[in-house]
């Protein structure tokens, strides 16, 4: 039955992953979750039983990563499902932001995933099957959000190690999925979740103002519920038949869309000119 299939999620202390794994423990799967602190995981959700597994974990940490891989294969039998969703927002414009602030971003939300990927593969190829779900954005195929540069760079990352993941994977049975999740509510936008620029540079009006606008007004407010979020990955789930892209959210669709479309209207409007390169 699907209730046996067992779940590895990160970033389970708040947000989608919060909400995800409250809903998978009341449906009855087994679930390994992941946070910076154990005592985030065991205040939201309770202690450790015979179907929750807190870990304390260091995404960015190799060692850490498969050493949370391994026990949870000997505490909970197998894992079948993994959801690469710790990650954290970063504001500033491409000149505002350090090298130091834009690498921590990348070290988390993009490094962070492939360091699980990487530990948990081989037990997926040994078993033939698995499924793996890559959180994104919306702004990980739009980056039309100014001082959201590097955030967006790290969201697109995500798609694109994705799309290349599910192609690797595809002989061994395994699913790969990109997330792209628009606006929920949830903790996201809150300081803990949201960095802003060390140095800020006033000329970039329109950067603050969006700064301000997610901070002051998006905040509290956004239209996606975390936990219909959650039931859909385990619908997606149940369905046994993955899609590589899934747009989370009416607003995620809104966007792609205009994205989409916008595309389609600077290829048509240069394709004879840039198609004009060969030989």
């Known amino acids: 039955m699907d209730t046996q299939k067992v779940w590895f999620v990160t970033g389970a202390s708040k947000g989608l992953g919060l909400s995800l ?6 449906e009855g799967y087994k679930v390994a979750a992941t946070s910076r602190k154990l005592s985030d995981l065991t205040q939201e959700i309770g202690s450790a039983s ?3 597994l807190p870990l304390q974990v260091d995404l960015v940490n190799e060692q850490s990563v498969a050493n949370a891989i391994a026990e949870t294969i000997e505490k909970l039998g197998t894992i079948d499902v993994v959801v690469n969703n710790a990650g954290y927002g970063q504001l500033g414009t491409l000149e505002e932001l350090s090298d130091a602030e834009a690498r921590q971003n990348f070290d988390v939300n993009v490094f962070g995933s492939l360091n699980v990927i990487r530990s948990v593969m081989s037990h997926f190829r040994n078993q033939k099957s698995g499924q793996i779900f890559n959180i994104s954005s919306v702004g990980g195929f739009t980056g039309n959000f100014p001082g959201w540069g590097i955030y967006c760079a790290t969201k697109f990352a995500v798609a694109g190690f994705t799309e290349s993941l599910s192609a690797e994977a595809k002989a061994f049975g395994i699913s790969a ?10 903790n996201f936008l809150s300081k803990e979740s949201l960095n802003t620029p060390i140095n ?19 905040r509290g407010n956004q239209p996606g519920d975390p ?15 993955p899609p ?3 747009f989370l959210g009416q607003d995620s669709y809104d966007m792609a869309k205009s994205k989409i ?15 004009s390169t060969g030989f």
């Open 261 to 275: 479309v916008a595309i389609q209207n600077d290829m048509t409007a240069n394709e004879t000119l840039a198609t």
């Open 227 to 241: 936990e219909k979020a959650a039931s859909v990955l385990i619908e997606i789930v149940k369905n046994g038949n």
């Open 200 to 218: 800020e540079i006033a000329a970039y009006q329109e950067a603050r103002e969006l700064q301000a606008l997610h901070e002051n007004q998006i």
């Open 21 to 26: 794994v409250k809903t998978l423990l009341q």
């Open 50 to 52: 015979e179907t929750f």
């Open 177 to 186: 999925t990109v997330v792209y999740p628009g606006y929920f509510r949830t």
């Open 244 to 246: 590589l892209h899934l």
